[in-house]
């Protein structure tokens, strides 16, 4: 099996197998999803600061009889010249191995996409590889959906007409396999001084509970997610009615209320927000 390679461990989650592993480790939920399709939102930093983030998120899917993950990861890059007119990517190889754990990629979904979705999905490791998004999400994946095939997708900054594209590529998928379970990466504002970095982080909140358009709140510098594109195709999905329910915020690794204005306001702040979109139900522990 032809393996994608690792390249942000140390930085971004512990290299030891032993230690990924309890970092990693199923923490209980006091609700689970109980519906698919459905979908998770999640940060992407080093794990000291969006470690609980991610247990916060992932928890809320642990047992869900998932057949597939979509990890939707954002390009803080320019798409490359060579590679237009695609801005939707995933990788060649057929698996990852990360601290140890071998995830598996999703090719026969991958390839079916390619062949509806062509020119616009291309397949490029090189986005994955220089991205740590998706890398640092897999070990939560392996812990909370084990033996799930995984399909990465990379999005670029869309356009109105390619964020359409993208909701309809999404659209293709649930329609092949509806037991699938998406995981936005976003972090919910772009690194910014205390005060506006707050605003935009509740303003995204606002826009997530009430199912409002976020393209158009982007436009307008509302907000500054680093995966709208994905968020905002996620929102046009049919399935997508019952809109996001927040669960919980970070910053710099401390859970707060909301966001707001932290210390004296003179730092730059990124929130991470987990969330969750579809039906959920009071676990089994909690009745």
């Not at 991610?54 to 993950?69: E, I, R, W």
């Not at 509806?116 to 740590?132: G, I, K, R, T, V």
């Not at 359409?164 to 990466?185: C, G, M, N, Q």
Request: hydrophobic letters at 40%.
């Amino acid at each position: 099996m032809s393996m994608l390679e690792a390249h942000h461990q140390v930085i971004f989650y512990p290299e030891d197998p032993a230690e990924l592993e309890k970092a990693t480790q199923t923490r209980e939920s006091a609700e689970h999803l109980c519906t698919l399709p459905s979908a998770l939102l999640c940060p992407h930093a080093a794990y000291d600061l969006s470690m609980e983030a991610l247990h916060a998120s992932f928890s809320l899917a642990s047992g869900l009889p998932c057949k597939l993950v979509v990890v939707l990861v954002p390009l803080h890059q320019e798409v490359l010249l060579c590679d237009e007119p695609a801005f939707v990517f995933s990788p060649t190889q057929e698996g990852m191995v990360v601290g140890g754990m071998h995830i598996r990629f999703a090719t026969g979904m991958r390839m079916h996409l390619q062949t509806l979705h062509a020119p616009h999905l291309a397949l490029q490791d090189s986005y994955f590889e220089e991205e740590s998004a998706f890398e640092l999400t897999l070990p939560f994946i392996h812990s909370y959906l084990p033996d799930t095939p995984v399909l990465g997708l990379a999005v670029g900054s869309c356009t109105k007409e390619q964020t359409a594209k993208l909701a309809y590529l999404l659209r293709t998928i649930t329609e092949k396999e509806p037991d699938t379970l998406f995981v936005v990466s976003s972090n919910a504002n772009a690194l910014l001084p205390s005060d506006v970095a707050a605003d935009h982080a509740n303003t995204l909140a606002d826009l997530l509970r009430q199912g409002s358009d976020l393209w158009e709140a982007g436009q307008h510098h509302l907000i500054s997610c680093c995966n709208l594109p994905s968020l905002e195709a996620i929102r046009r999905q049919p399935w997508a009615i019952r809109r996001w329910q927040l669960n919980s915020w970070y910053c710099k690794g401390q859970e707060h209320p909301a966001p707001s204005v932290l210390g004296e306001g003179k730092e730059k702040d990124v929130w991470h927000l987990s969330a969750s979109l579809g039906e959920r139900h009071a676990s089994e522990t909690n009745l």
